[in-house]
T-cell receptor, first 115, second 116 residues
């Protein structure tokens, strides 16, 4: 079975704190893709990053960074120096090359950044 | 218009009404999707259209009827809905290769549907 688990339902931090959102996935496939999306209160899912299973290099984009570890089947997302505008629901998602187009989403983590 | 657009953004309907949700993508993609997002539940894939052909119907009740007249437009026709169908309906598009390479799905802003 293929599954994505985001164990943290809600996280609350104070502005400028660093925060890590966890994502664990399950699959027996060797070729797959992992994603993170942000859903602000407006409702639209905003694409943040995509990684394929053969690229374990960590990535940094401004205050955002992602840690992909195949050994633990994890794809964690860290926001450095959080800001109020980062408040949103964040979704981790997975798709296997054998199941093209069928994104599997985690339950989502609601992040609240307080001023 | 850019990206993926959806209309209407909000819809309130009675159980006996018939309405349609519209999605349009301006990204030149060949695959489009309908998702349902209910409170406290993960996003659920409803339908997939690839090269205008429906390739997935994820056990969705027949009161939801999709239509994809071309690769840029996707509709979801609604009739005799139930209150539990109230949710955010999201449309997405991507560029899928016939060889199975999967691309990123880009989402619209969604239609917030309330069934009375």
């Amino acid at each position: 079975a293929q599954k994505v688990t985001q164990a943290q339902t809600e996280i609350s931090v104070v502005e400028k704190e660093d925060v890590t959102l966890d994502c664990v996935y399950e699959t027996r496939d060797t070729t797959y893709y992992l994603f993170w999306y942000k859903q602000p209160p407006s409702g639209e899912l905003v694409f943040l990053i995509r990684r394929n299973s053969f690229d374990e290099q960590n990535e940094i984009s401004g205050r955002y960074s992602w840690n992909f570890q195949k050994s633990t089947s994890s794809f964690n997302f860290t926001i450095t120096a959080s800001q109020v505008v980062d408040s949103a629901v964040y979704f981790c998602a997975f798709v296997s090359s054998s199941n093209t187009g069928k994104l599997i989403f985690g339950q989502g983590t609601t992040l609240q950044v307080k001023p | 218009e850019t990206g993926v657009t959806q209309t209407p953004r909000h819809l309130v309907m009675g159980m006996t009404n018939k309405k349609s949700l519209k999605c349009e993508q301006h990204l030149g993609h060949n695959a489009m999707y309908w998702y349902k997002q209910s409170a406290k539940k993960p996003l659920e894939l409803m339908f997939v259209y690839n090269f205008k052909e429906q390739t997935e119907n994820n056990s969705v009740p027949s009161r939801f009827s999709p239509e994809c007249p071309n690769s840029s437009h996707l509709f979801l026709h609604l009739h005799t809905l139930q209150p539990e169908d109230s949710a955010l309906y999201l449309c997405a598009s991507s560029q899928e290769g016939r060889s199975g390479v999967t691309d990123t799905q880009y989402f619209g802003p969604g239609t917030r549907l309330t069934v009375l």
